[in-house]
């Protein structure tokens, strides 16, 4: 059964970083290019960010350029998503999600939430 | 940046009839468009990827149509746990991959 299974959200304050991670199971994450995408409160879905299989291929959207990192390691079947001078408008709910093959999302995790609060 | 612009916001259905949600791109996405459906407090779904294809496990009573800028998503007769958002995105022109703003389909 495929899994992902997000941590890491928390409550930050503006300026703040945060690390968030992903954990994959059940299929072979090494073959798979992987998003994070996420969700404001009561707000539609936004994409953030995608990596390629071997992390040749690596995109941002132009909200998040310059100061999130996303990364991944293949020997962990992991996903990370490092976020910088973090803004009240990141808050949301952060999804990883599998790209089936272009990036049509066939599975995404749960989500952890990031709230950017003073 | 192609814009996504789904109609309408707001779909209120009955149980058992149809529903029949509309989503534009601003510039061709040839069939490179998935619909996905999502409950409160729940990740989205996959329902429909390549415009018309549905994903697996998805019943045959929702089906997607269209290519180039107009597409419909359609759910032939509405059971109670089909009541949710649907977002449409398109994965043709990317980055950025772009989704439209969401249709809540709504028990009348």
């Known amino acids: 059964e495929v899994q992902l299974v997000e941590s890491g959200g928390g409550l930050v304050k503006p300026g703040g970083s945060l690390r968030l991670s992903c954990a994959a199971s059940?299929?072979?994450?090494?073959?798979?290019?992987m998003d994070w995408v996420r969700q404001a409160p009561g707000k539609g879905l936004e994409w953030v960010s995608s990596i390629s299989s071997t992390s040749t291929y690596i995109y941002y959207a132009d909200s998040v350029k310059g100061r999130f990192t996303i990364s991944r390691d293949n020997a962990k079947n992991s996903l990370y998503l490092q976020m910088n001078s973090l803004r009240a408008e990141d808050t949301a709910v952060y999804y990883c999600?599998?790209?089936?093959?272009?990036?049509?999302?066939?599975?995404w995790g749960q989500g952890t939430l990031v709230t950017v609060s003073s | 940046e192609v814009l996504m612009t789904q109609s309408p916001a707001t779909l209120s259905v009955s149980p058992g009839e149809r529903a029949t949600l509309s989503c534009r791109a601003s510039q061709s996405v040839s069939s490179n468009l998935a619909w996905y459906q999502q409950k409160p407090g729940q990740a989205p779904r996959l329902l429909i990827y390549g415009a018309s294809t549905r994903a697996t496990g998805i019943p045959a009573r929702f089906s997607g149509s269209g290519s180039g800028t107009e597409f419909t998503f359609t759910i032939s007769s509405l059971q109670s746990e089909d009541f949710a958002v649907y977002y449409c995105q398109q994965y043709n022109n990317w980055p950025p991959v772009t989704f439209g703003q969401g249709t809540k389909v709504e028990i009348k």
């Open positions: 999600a599998r790209a089936k093959q272009l990036p049509e999302y066939d599975y």
């Open positions: 059940g299929f072979a994450f090494s073959t798979y290019t």
